[in-house]
């Protein structure tokens, strides 16, 4: 489980990294993220409807969850992130999505 203290909560968190972050984009994932001066770093996900029916969103944020905090020792701690799914993240296995996450973490998540 991600640390309370590392989730983003707020709509104007996930507010202000839309509007002012840079996005990056796999065929699974898009990050979104922005330079921030306060610690510990924070992240978020995304699920929209686009994906499918509940039971369907509800397994890809378990999913997003659990790759990321594997991955969490490789994470920037100067950004903040939001992980948006796309659709084709529906039918992925979950070394699909995590292995997409990995390609960020090679680059330290910028």
Wanted: charged share 30%.
């Amino acid at each position: 489980m991600i640390p309370k203290t590392n989730r983003l909560k707020k709509n104007k968190q996930f507010s202000y990294i839309y509007k002012h972050g840079q996005t990056k984009h796999t065929s699974f994932l898009s990050l979104s993220f922005v330079k921030t001066k306060f610690k510990p770093y924070k992240v978020g996900f995304t699920v929209s409807k686009k994906i499918g029916k509940s039971v369907i969103r509800s397994k890809v944020k378990r999913r997003l969850r659990e790759a990321f905090r594997s991955l969490m020792p490789n994470v920037n701690e100067n950004y903040n992130y939001i992980i948006i799914a796309r659709p084709e993240i529906s039918n992925a296995s979950f070394d699909e999505i995590k292995s997409s996450l990995k390609v960020w973490s090679m680059a330290k998540w910028k």
